[in-house]
């Protein structure tokens, strides 16, 4: 990851998709294999001066959704790099009428001479100590199941017969597969182990109940204060001029009343007396995991 930081949000968050420190990494979540470059060095340095040319780019996948949104950064990255050829992206494979599935990306890597498919996820995970598992803030998606998902079904996607033609069509005779796998991990402190596999280049992060939360000591006086992130700002370091931060008061007030109606938990972070980011965490209902969070609207 360049020690660079950008001006521009999406700027950061390309930088961030393609090279930031992975999740979890393994033998066979080894990651996309993109290098850090001079070439996007200056490249990164171009679009922080002007973004117009990313921007469209992203403007093309019409989606308010995370994922997608952190998918069509990638698709940039590809089309981008001198030495790879995206050939293909979000490719169905059907047998019959029933969809087996979708490759994320088909690329040739020129470097290596040799096709990947590269499956991508970009997830955040808050630990629950009482079961050692780690949950998504909504409690739908859990790391362990979303593993055994991307190695034994979406990364063996082309060993079924119905993809042989799709990729043949592609002229894609042999490739290898990928997994790129990033995002954060927020622990509740003591008791809780990362999961196997995890990278320890990749801060751990932090979640605290609400109750936690207004507990903590204050920050120095001179920071510019908390922030709440909004959902598609969780990828890469937060600035403060993407948004005015709240007084301590209001902010705590907000949170307060939030998790009266059990809204999921809300992502902040503290921004130093320059606007950067030093810590993020979940700030979670008084009872989560086990409360009934509602759909949170942002």
């Excluded at 970009?122 to 630990?127: D, P, R, T």
């Excluded at 598992?133 to 739908?140: A, D, T």
């Excluded at 809300?266 to 606007?275: E, L, N, P, R, T």
């Amino acid at each position: 990851m360049p020690k660079q930081i950008y001006i521009h949000s999406c700027v950061r968050d390309l930088a961030w998709a393609g090279f930031s420190p992975l999740l979890i990494k393994t033998h066979r979540m080894s990651g996309a294999g993109l290098p850090w470059t001079a070439y996007w060095a200056q490249k990164l340095k171009e679009l922080d001066q002007d973004p117009a040319p990313l921007l469209e780019h992203l403007d093309k996948a019409q989606s308010n959704r995370l994922g997608i949104y952190y998918e069509s950064l990638w698709h940039y990255l590809l089309q981008e790099d001198p030495d790879t050829e995206l050939l293909a992206h979000n490719l169905p494979i059907r047998d019959e009428s029933q969809t087996i599935g979708e490759f994320d990306c088909l690329f040739y890597c020129l470097r290596r001479k040799i096709h990947v498919h590269l499956e991508l996820a970009v997830k955040f995970y808050l630990g629950v100590a009482s079961d050692n598992i780690w949950l998504g803030p909504g409690r739908q998606d859990r790391l362990d199941l979303k593993l055994e998902r991307l190695l034994q079904h979406q990364s063996q996607l082309g060993q079924h017969p119905a993809a042989r033609e799709p990729l043949l069509a592609l002229g894609i005779q042999s490739y290898e597969s990928r997994i790129d796998l990033k995002g954060y991990l927020f622990s509740p402190g003591e008791g809780m182990s990362t999961p196997q596999g995890y990278n320890p280049e990749n801060p751990l992060q932090h979640w605290h109940s609400i109750d936690q939360f207004l507990a903590l000591p204050p920050l120095p006086q001179d920071w510019i204060g908390w922030q709440k992130i909004p959902r598609k700002r969780w990828l890469s370091p937060f600035l403060a001029n993407e948004g005015k931060p709240e007084h301590w008061d209001s902010l705590s007030a907000a949170l307060e009343q939030r998790f009266v109606s059990g809204k999921r938990p809300v992502q902040v972070a503290a921004c130093d007396d320059a606007g950067v980011e030093q810590y993020r965490c979940f700030v979670t209902g008084p009872n989560w995991p086990a409360d009934n969070a509602a759909p949170s609207g942002d």
